[in-house]
């Protein structure tokens, strides 16, 4: 072996080990920075309005149309004011003042009307004497409305009666309205007394289980309201040592029933009323 050769022998190994080394140096992993993941936007949500009722209208205390056995009807598609009128046999003056002054122009389909029956002749075909009912004056007051958690409508009050002479039979008429005044859905209450007497109130209370959206306000008109002969009316009991105040959660009211009659009574009915400081 010349010495030419072993120079390219030692060559060739010095590669071989330059070689080495680098297939043997630890691979570099390249950093990577993360993309930041951003939040889903979640839709906004916009609460519904809540329309604020109008305090009720209230009417002056005024004489209630009486009608000896008033008549509900629904207005039906085509229906107007005339030929209502015309089916029931009343005139359009009264039809109207017994649904508080309608408007003609508001009539809706669904609307419930308050029929009155024809004034009946003093002397009837066959001869016998018909009167019509006396209709007395009284108040209506204490107006207020309570929202349940099921969404119905409590609309209450009281009927104030002025005397001189007891009052039964009191009907008032409640009705929801829009904004502008527009009449939605109405009921008949009657009082929680059977007979009024003179110069106290009973209360009324009607239940609208599914009031239409559009309600802003109500308004509550009397309907009818029949003197009492005092010979027919009950007993008027006195309560004594009234008291109430809050027993957890609940209101706890005691006193005593006082018959000042020289008459036994066999049936006592109690009603107690709730108001708040204005007298609602």
Partial sequence: MNCAHLRASACILVASIALAACSNAP??????TPTPVLPTARPTITPRATPTLAPATVPPPSQPIVTPTPIVYEVQPGDT????????????????????????????????LIIPQPQLDLASPDGLILPSPTPNPFEVRGLNYVRTPAGSLDILGEVFNPGPANINNVKVLVTLQDGAGNPLQNAIAVTALDVVPANQASPFRVLFTDPPQAYAQFQVQPLRGEAVDAAGA???????????????????????????????????????TVYDNERR
Wanted: proline share 8%.
């Fill in 81 to 112: 004011l005339i030929p209502i009128a015309n089916k029931f046999g009343v005139s359009l003056a009264d039809l109207i003042a017994a649904n508080g002054n309608l408007d003609a122009t508001t009539l809706q389909i669904g609307q419930k």
């Fill in 234 to 272: 009950p007993a008027v009991l006195q309560v004594n040592k009234l008291d109430g105040k809050p027993d957890g959660v609940q209101f706890r009211v005691t006193g005593e029933i006082v018959n000042p009659t020289a008459n036994p009574v066999n049936r006592v009915r109690l009603l107690l």
């Fill in 27 to 32: 691979a570099v992993t390249p950093t990577i």
